[in-house]
């Protein structure tokens, strides 16, 4: 069963040797999403399971490797301890997770990845997040996703005026852990206003499927014209 679960963004400006000279810029965003991993430190689940979206969809067992040397930085994680593990890399959502849990030094329980194709219908969303839940043990789930991506004109989408409504809709159903308004997101207004995270959060609500968990809303703003929401569920 579903025990806890974090909403965090996956920019890889998230990793300050990423940003740069402007990683000041995220302090709070960071400060937010180590907040939301720390609550599912708290609940102490059997297993932690970091869902993200990715290109190439797929499980990452524990000791997957990632990097973000593709931006130019020296920067290596790993997915949770142990031996290296797995022949795929970890996609950048996934390994920006996996940063998080290394930068609170994760060893509450085994960490597994997901990675979800951003275009997956809803339906299989929802049957993916219920499938986590029902596995053995106490179960938290690290859902990484960020909102869309034409929030301002300097945007990577440009402007899209249904960009603020939809990341208003999926803040307010993240922050009170709303899975009926998670699972009614629509997953073709996502795509037009590039919300990568539509995705991970249907999985989330799947997972948390009549486990009554409340939430609670840490961060919602759109630097650089992109939604980013931190959430913690328990």
């Known amino acids: 069963m579903l025990v806890a679960a974090a909403v965090c963004p996956c920019p890889p400006l998230l990793v300050p040797e990423v940003a740069a ?14 907040d939301a991993v720390a609550v599912l ?5 059997d297993r932690l399971v970091v869902v993200g979206p990715a290109a190439a969809p797929g499980p990452h ?24 593990a797995g022949e795929r890399a970890l996609p950048q959502s996934l390994a920006v997770g996996a940063w998080l849990l290394g930068r609170t030094s994760w060893s509450t329980a085994p960490v597994e990845g997901l990675g ?13 997040g219920r499938e986590l839940a029902a596995g053995a043990g106490r179960v938290a789930v690290l859902a990484m996703g960020d909102g869309s991506a034409c929030r301002t004109l300097k945007a ?4 899209d005026e249904r960009a603020a409504a939809f990341d208003a809709g999926a803040a307010r159903a993240l922050g009170s ?8 997101l629509d997953a073709e207004l996502a795509r037009e206003v590039k919300a990568a ?5 249907q999985v989330l609500a799947g997972a948390a ?8 809303l840490l961060y919602d703003e759109a630097p650089y014209g992109v939604g980013y929401f931190v959430a913690s569920w328990s």
Do not use: K
């Open 156 to 159: 990577p989408g440009y402007l």
């Open 41 to 45: 430190a708290a609940a102490r689940p």
């Open 21 to 34: 000279g402007a990683a000041p810029e995220l302090d709070a965003l960071r400060a937010a999403c180590l």
């Open 177 to 184: 852990a709303d899975t009926t308004a998670l699972a009614a």
């Open 116 to 128: 979800v194709a951003e275009p997956l219908d809803t339906a299989r969303c929802l049957e993916t």
């Open 209 to 216: 499927e009549g486990a009554g968990l409340t939430g609670e």
């Open 197 to 201: 995270g539509r995705a991970s959060w």
């Open 61 to 84: 067992p524990q000791g997957t490797a990632g990097s973000f040397r593709g931006f130019g930085v020296d920067v290596d994680v790993r997915l949770g301890r142990g031996e290296r």
